[in-house]
């Protein structure tokens, strides 16, 4: 497709397993990044991608949090070891090239509702 | 601390009507501004970017102004549609983030006819 695709739409896990979510990004786009956003919230930044160079991890929150997109497209994030407080919706953003000069806008998914019980 | 406010969190408007939606930041140093309209269950999308230059950018009905002064910006939606019920989010760029953006919390828009 022509958008950035996220999966799964929504994922359920039990405290204590472990998660992955994947992104595709549009084909060609050098930028990507991780949001994550709770109910009634904005998006907060979790993560960023150029290529396949992870530049900025500073807003995972705790090393329960691993990211990778190790082929410069697909990017996975991945969380081990839920706790009730990862319940949110991850967001997957993709953009041509972004550098603080830019202007180009960011091209998200529709996201993963991910629930641990 | 860089932070971005919204105004008002919700706001019920009937189907025509036009409204105003606002958002004050704190980011410093400033890049860029934008403004993103999120569907319930969907990703943001973009409506508008601004650089500090700028201080208006339309987008059909939407409009956004932008004071680096005051640090503040609205988005303005004439002629409003029900399609237009959403969360409209404001996104700062803060140069010495690099990629980072401070999103704010958003503002609720229902439409109602």
């Known amino acids: 497709g022509a958008g950035v695709s996220q999966s799964p739409r929504y994922k359920v896990a039990k405290r204590g397993q472990d998660v992955a979510l994947r992104c595709d990004p549009i084909?060609?786009?050098?930028?990507l990044f991780w949001y994550q956003q709770a109910l009634g919230q904005g998006p907060e930044f979790l993560t960023y991608f150029q290529n396949e160079a992870q530049l900025d991890k500073s807003g995972l929150p705790s090393d329960r949090f691993f990211a990778e997109r190790p082929e410069g497209s697909v990017s996975t994030l991945k969380i081990q070891r839920t706790q009730q407080e990862d319940s949110a919706v991850y967001l997957c953003?993709?953009?041509?090239?972004?550098?603080?000069?830019?202007?180009?806008?960011?091209?998200f998914g529709d996201g993963t509702r991910l629930s641990i019980l | 601390k860089n932070q971005v406010e919204q105004s008002p969190q919700s706001l019920i408007i009937l189907e025509g009507k036009n409204c105003t939606l606002q958002?004050?930041?704190?980011?410093?140093?400033?890049?860029?501004l934008r403004w993103y309209k999120q569907d319930t269950g969907r990703g943001p999308v973009s409506l508008t970017i601004?650089?500090?230059?700028?201080n208006t950018k339309s987008n059909g009905r939407y409009t956004a102004t932008l004071d680096a002064d005051t640090k503040q910006s609205s988005l303005h939606i004439t002629a409003s549609q029900l399609s237009d019920s959403a969360s409209y989010i404001c996104?700062?760029?803060?140069?010495?983030?690099?990629?980072?953006?401070?999103f704010g919390p958003g503002t609720r828009l229902s439409v109602l006819p």
């Open positions: 953003a993709s953009s041509f090239y972004l550098d603080i000069y830019s202007n180009q806008p960011q091209h």
């Open positions: 958002c004050n930041y704190t980011v410093s140093p400033f890049s860029n």
């Open positions: 996104v700062v760029s803060a140069s010495n983030y690099g990629q980072n953006f401070v």
């Open positions: 084909s060609g786009h050098v930028s």
């Open positions: 601004m650089t500090f230059s700028e």
